[in-house]
């Protein structure tokens, strides 16, 4: 996530926050080279808890902080580490 260019700190991220994050729905693309999508943030489920993949016992379907509404109409969801705001 980038800092804020003004303060240098992170961003926060609140529900209704326009967001980047790196997103593709072709499953060839390497995850590191997927383009960034734009879309807005619908739901925080901070109170979810987190657990690591050990804890899962499994590398698929972690939760994730944030769900968000990219603008081509999918939902996906993510942690603040894979946020940008879109302003910056």
Do not use: C
Not at 43 to 55: M, R, T, Y
Request: net charge negative; glycine share 6%.
């Amino acid at each position: 996530m980038t800092p804020d260019p003004k303060s240098g700190q992170r961003l926060r991220f609140t529900v209704g926050t326009r967001v980047r994050t790196p997103h593709s729905l072709i499953h060839e693309i390497p995850e590191d080279q997927w383009p960034l999508a734009s879309g807005v943030i619908i739901e925080d489920f901070a109170d979810s808890g987190s657990l690591s993949p050990k804890a899962y016992g499994r590398d698929w379907a972690f939760s994730r902080r944030w769900a968000i509404a990219p603008d081509d109409g999918n939902l996906i969801f993510r942690d603040n580490e894979d946020l940008d705001d879109e302003a910056t």
